[in-house]
């Protein structure tokens, strides 16, 4: 058995309205007069949020300076770019604004900004992240990738390979939770960056790393989406059902911090290399076609996720109470409006080989290794054309 290891913790302050005292946060956590790059999304920067955190840490003694070239799928451009920009600013930290794209790419900003390497020279680890790297405070504006307390990064090559980076250089040194600024995120975006935490919960408790003792964050992440992501989508402005959601995914991305993702994660990367389907999407309708056979490999295991799903046991042994999860995740995925077809993604079935090839890459290939169970090319190309086929 290898020997496991508890991941550290991020300080995560939480509440509706607490960015309005981020500077003091900040101040409190890194010292007074900090120069801050905000690494912000186009989507923090048109809300006016970016505007509210400079005015607060100008305040507060620090200056701010915002970069917001970030796409959805961030490239390695782009991590460049806002090394570059803290450079040039001599910033003191990095306040990573956003979604997971924009935190993964302030987060591995940090780095690339103290050495002289660039973005793509951490890709897979070909080397090592520098010892040192800029602090980073982590503000997610949405409830899903839960990278705020995670040590790992994702983006994408230029030629569209998507790639991780990960160290103990990455991990915030503070995360701060507002629910108040998920609330215009629109519904869609909702449902989809849920379903991704959701994802996250279950294969960290169901992944050949999987622990009892990392079990508690995942299964009350399960339960709290379960309950919760449906109300917010009834009542996009129901700060208490934001909240909780915000809070679950934080708890997700702690649990895959500790264990990490399995095939989901694989196909779902896979699918966003071969047709840039959101991430959220993606790993979600990839879970709904591995469900099955994992169920199979590890009922004890998944009988953990059906109960913390609020399925009901009713004298059922394990592998009766696991065998209902399925079913039970498919409706939720059409309870909470997630797209199942493809076909509006413009794949069919035809695409199966090739995502199945793109499946089998060294960045998605360590994730079918750790799941409950083996795969051969025959498995995951039936996995892929029952995904794509799916409606």
């Known amino acids: 058995m290898q020997p496991f290891f508890l991941s550290p913790t991020v300080p995560v302050a939480f509440g509706p309205g607490r960015l309005a005292g981020i500077g003091a946060e900040l101040a409190e956590t890194l010292g007074p007069a900090q120069r801050v790059l905000i690494a912000a999304d186009p989507f923090a920067v048109g809300s006016g949020l970016t505007d509210r955190l400079t005015a ?67 890709a897979l680890m070909a080397q090592p992240l520098p010892e040192t790297c800029l602090p980073i405070v982590a503000v997610p504006t949405t409830s899903g990738t839960g990278a705020e307390v995670t040590r790992t990064c994702v983006f994408s090559l230029p030629d569209g390979t998507k790639v ?156 009766a109470l696991a065998a209902a999860l399925p079913e039970a995740y498919d409706t939720f995925l059409r309870e909470v409006g997630l797209e199942i077809s493809l076909a509006g993604d413009g794949l069919g079935g035809g695409d199966a080989a090739r995502l199945a090839t793109a499946c089998d890459t060294p960045e998605n290939r360590p994730m079918f290794e750790v799941t409950c169970r083996d795969f051969d090319r025959a498995e995951v190309e039936r996995l892929c054309r029952e995904l794509l086929t799916a409606a």
Not at 64 to 84: E, K, L, M, N
Not at 105 to 110: P, S, T, W, Y
């Open 56 to 122: 607060s840490l100008n305040a507060a003694g620090h200056t701010a300076t915002v970069f917001s070239d970030i796409g959805s799928d961030p490239q390695a451009r782009q991590v460049d770019g806002c090394a570059a920009a803290a450079r040039a600013l001599d910033a003191t930290a990095i306040l990573a604004v956003g979604g997971g794209s924009a935190m993964d790419v302030g987060k591995l900003a940090a780095a690339v900004a103290a050495d002289d390497a660039q973005a793509a020279d951490y």
């Open 164 to 319: 991780w980076a990960w160290g103990g250089a990455l991990l915030p040194r503070l995360a701060i939770l507002d629910p108040e600024v998920t609330c215009s995120l629109p519904l869609a975006l909702t449902a989809a960056t849920g379903v991704d935490a959701l994802v996250h919960a279950i294969e960290a408790m169901t992944n050949r790393n999987a622990h009892p003792l990392n079990d508690p964050p995942a299964m009350r992440a399960i339960g709290l989406i379960r309950r919760w992501l449906p109300r917010v989508l009834a009542d996009g402005q129901d700060i208490e059902a934001r909240g909780q959601v915000q809070i679950a995914a934080c708890l997700a991305g702690a649990a895959i911090a500790v264990t990490g993702t399995a095939v989901a994660h694989g196909i779902g990367h896979a699918l966003g290399t071969v047709g840039h389907v959101h991430h959220g999407r993606a790993v979600g309708l990839a879970l709904r076609v591995a469900l099955a056979g994992n169920v199979e490999a590890a009922p004890e295991r998944h009988a953990l996720v059906a109960e913390a799903f609020g399925i009901e046991r009713h004298g059922r042994d394990d592998a």
